[in-house]
């Protein structure tokens, strides 16, 4: 691998040969897991090719990803081709803003995600989760991706917003399923923003119910606000000018926060309880964990630290499902990788999906192995062998939420239950914002 600091002239990487005017946009959209795979095994670590919409860089070694991301991340925005997915659904939200208006915004938030403020969370976790659970009959046939979908939804709206979502997780699921169904639609891609496509108009829709609900949860808060929820923060900020921030600016932020707060946190906990019903010589060693730190009762923050193989269950099952597939970012001006100039209005592709299962950095890569992650492991591994969460100023700034929140109910699930997938469930995944199953998880249960 050569870190050349200076690039060649009308050089390009190597890269997969596309369609005349589509490039590689078909290909990728029927096989995406398997493109973006392909395309790092057949040409290294740096490939490229032409799309519509300009030339494409996939980056396949940590070290050109850290240079993106972290490095050299102020040479890199979002851009128009994540605009173009999550965009119609997030507005200008801290995970599309750029400049000025994301850092006040990621400002206002932080607060919420202060390790203090997490440990409080850490009862109102298992609370909804031990709602959730009662529900549950043993020998029931259940759809795990529903079950958790809706209890880190409500999890996370009293959590950051201070509101009970019980009337509202429907409507909610249900617009947020929709929308990523759309966003999967070829037409997207090739045809211009204002074609008023069939997918296009569905995620009007899906905005329209959501925005329904988030609107009202911002005049619930307007009304009665508080000390610390997000929405009574961004209610009072105040910029420069004086000027407050506008309702269309608050949804913004909380449709950011809702998708970003549950939804990834939610698929993580599917494709593990997934992953274990495969793997049940690691259910049974996570099982014995729990049993002798837990025994019948319910988890703590404190236990946390003696539960390390439980950690090591949800990194694992990060790494070879990761709740975010990839990442996308263009330059804005240019910049040099391998070698190679990677010119503005280009877009960037680093994919996680593609990095964890690397033979280089995980032996048997594609082995379900919690008890890989030892201190050993880690020292050794690039630092961007493993990033399920971002890197960089951009890093997700839900990450240690999100891990408390997967390992609380995780535990919690697994000291009760045993699952086992229904036979015949295929797994097949999307590979849009995130990496949630095109098809439901269905799982029987069967108490301990």
Known sequence: ????????????????????????????LRDPYGFMTRTAREYGDIASWEDPSGRVYQL???????????????????????????????????????????????????PAFHPDRIQEYATMMTDFTEQALESWDDGQTRLVHEDMMEVTL????????????????????????????????????????????????????????????????????????????????????????????SDDQIRDEVVTLLLAGHETTALSLTLTMYLLSRNPQVEQRLVAELEDVLGDRTPTMDDLADLPYTERVVKESMRLYPPVPGIVRE??????????????????????????????????????RPARWTDDLESDLPKLAYFPFAAGPRRCIGDRFAMLEARLILAMVYRDYHLELVPGTDLDLMATVTARPKHEIPMTVHER
Do not use: C
């Not at 691998?1 to 990728?28: C, E, I, K, S, W």
């Not at 850290?66 to 939200?93: A, D, I, M």
């Open 1 to 28: 691998m050569r870190h050349d600091t200076a690039a060649t002239a009308d050089r390009q990487p190597p890269g997969p040969d596309g369609l005349p005017l589509l490039g590689n946009q078909v290909a990728f």
């Open 60 to 110: 396949n070694h940590p070290d050109y990803i850290e240079q993106v991301l972290v490095q050299n991340n102020e040479n890199y925005v979002k851009g128009e081709r994540f605009q173009s997915v999550l965009g119609p659904l997030t507005g200008n939200g801290i995970l599309n803003s750029e400049g000025a208006v994301w850092r006040r915004n990621r400002h206002l938030i932080q």
């Open 154 to 245: 409500k999890i996370v709206a009293r959590a950051l917003f201070g509101v009970d979502v019980d009337d509202h997780v429907d409507t909610i699921g249900s617009a947020l399923e929709r929308f990523m169904e759309a966003s999967e639609s070829l037409s997207n891609y090739v045809l211009p923003p204002n074609v008023p496509t069939p997918a296009r108009r569905q995620i009007q829709r899906a905005r329209a119910d959501l925005d329904e609900v988030v609107y009202r949860l911002i005049e619930q808060r307007r009304a009665d606000p508080t000390d610390h929820d997000v929405i009574s923060k961004l209610l009072e900020a105040i910029d420069e000018r004086d000027t407050g921030m």
């Open 331 to 368: 330059p804005v001006k240019p910049d040099v990788i391998d070698g190679y100039e990677i010119e503005p209005g280009s877009t960037v592709r680093m994919h996680q999906w593609v990095v964890h299962r690397d033979p280089r950095w995980y032996d048997d890569p594609l082995a379900f």
